[in-house]
């Protein structure tokens, strides 16, 4: 069966641009690719004919509406399972990474065999911060530590001050960091430990996490993507494992921007509202 991938763009289409070119040097991998577009546009035809002259491969799926990020990611899946049965890996990322690993969807393929595997998630590799993004939560936060973020993205200038804080003390550590750092150096190993949680900008659905009953019926709009995954697959006795031998190049922040306005920071208030009272309460 073929791997699915489902990329969610929103008004950054240079970036879906990127995106699809770097999927154009995968091949001979039976990938289908679906580019669903929640950006409410009035000529989507357009946008499709530009995606599609640099990669006729990518099917762009225009939303009836800003579907969010998972709700774009349900859209998707359930148009392609109108027509093809479940493949074997679901990935769902945003259109600001690129697949630049030759062998990417190969090495994905060699870890079908793991047991109890409900979700992969690969090496993100930032290039503002000269790092891989995962693990996004190396263990399940306490209740204390969800309570103390409910209560700082319940206010708008406590959640700006976090973000703020939050940017300089990666730009510090980044400082440190070899400029000349890529995602192709440093140590390559074949472990693949266990974690809570995976970065939301790629993350990799095998078809255990569905056939098992999970899904991508989250309820909220955006944010706390990974911790619903998380808490999904961890109800469902599953494993979410961290594989850095699997690495994509990711920019940051190409839809919601670094220091997010109210209606963004809304959703963010929400997202966890939502998460502590259904798994932290």
């Known amino acids: 069966m073929p791997t699915l991938l489902i990329a969610i763009n929103y008004r950054t289409d240079e970036h879906a641009v990127r995106f699809a070119q770097s999927l154009a040097r995968q091949s001979g991998e039976d990938v289908c690719v679906l580019l669903v577009d929640n950006s409410e546009r009035s000529d989507p035809?357009?946008?499709?004919?530009?995606?599609?002259?640099v990669n006729p491969q990518v099917r762009?799926?225009?939303?009836?509406?800003?579907?969010?990020y998972f709700g774009g990611a349900s859209y998707g899946l359930k148009r392609y399972l109108e027509e093809f049965s479940l493949p074997d890996w679901v990935i769902v990322c945003n259109v600001d990474i690129e697949f630049r690993d030759p062998a990417f969807f190969s090495s994905l393929r060699e870890l079908e065999s793991m047991e109890s595997l409900g979700v992969v998630s690969p090496r993100i590799w930032s290039a503002r911060w000269k790092r891989d993004l995962n693990p996004k939560i190396r263990r399940r936060p306490a209740k204390g530590r969800m309570f103390f973020y409910k209560v700082i993205f319940g206010n708008y200038y406590l959640q700006v001050c976090y973000e703020v804080l939050s940017f300089l003390k990666n730009g510090l550590k980044a400082a440190g960091r070899n400029r000349l750092a890529n995602p192709e150096g440093?140590?390559?190993?074949?472990?693949?430990p266990a974690i809570y949680a995976p970065h939301g900008s790629c993350m990799i659905f095998n078809r255990r996490y569905f056939t098992a009953g999970g899904s991508f019926e989250y309820s909220i709009f955006l944010f706390g993507e990974e911790i619903f995954v998380a808490?999904?697959?961890r109800k469902l006795g599953l494993l979410i494992v961290h594989c850095p031998r699997l690495w994509v190049l990711d920019h940051e922040h190409a839809s919601t921007g670094t220091i997010r306005s109210r209606k963004?920071?809304?959703?963010?208030?929400?997202?966890?509202?939502y998460l502590v009272e259904h798994y932290f309460a």
């Open 231 to 233: 808490e999904t697959t």
């Open 60 to 68: 762009c799926l225009e939303a009836p509406r800003n579907l969010g």
């Open 264 to 273: 963004v920071a809304g959703y963010m208030k929400d997202a966890t509202d």
């Open 186 to 192: 440093g140590k390559q190993n074949n472990e693949a």
């Open 45 to 53: 035809g357009a946008f499709s004919r530009r995606i599609l002259e």
